[in-house]
Nanobody
Framework: VQLQASGGGLAQAGGSLRLSCAASGRSFSGDVMAWFRQAPGKDRELVASITWSRGSTSYADSVKGRFTISRDDAKNTGYLQMNSLRPEDTAVYYC???????????WGQGTLVTVSS
């Protein structure tokens, strides 16, 4: 089982990036897929999550209205569209998934997002 995160890079404040998380070796079907981030010197935080089957979403207050999590079942890939980026969004972003009622078990390798002011 492998999650491959991609799409990070450098953006200016106010800009946009889209992260992708592709799963190989298993399907996201029935899972909750999420994006976490960890900034230097800070704890990892949950940014957004989506229930794969229903498409229900949840967001951290810090990204509500700016980030959108989505999924493409046919491609077995999840996305995080990040708009109106701020310097404080700078972090390594990780995708992860879990079965309902379980802890996050599968993790991607992380992709660095840097937002310049």
């Amino acid at each position: 089982v492998q999650l491959q995160a991609s799409g990070g890079g450098l953006a200016q404040a106010g800009g946009s990036l889209r992260l992708s998380c592709a799963a190989s070796g298993r399907s996201f079907s029935g899972d909750v897929m999420a994006w976490f981030r960890q900034a230097p010197g800070k704890d990892r935080e949950l940014v957004a999550s989506i229930t794969w089957s229903r498409g229900s979403t949840s967001y951290a207050d810090s990204v509500k209205g700016r980030f959108t999590i989505s999924r493409d079942d046919a491609k077995n890939t999840g996305y995080l569209q990040m708009n109106s980026l701020r310097p404080e969004d700078t972090a390594v972003y990780y995708c992860s998934s879990r079965k309902a009622g379980q802890t996050y078990k599968y993790w991607g390798q992380g992709t660095l997002v840097t937002v310049s002011s």
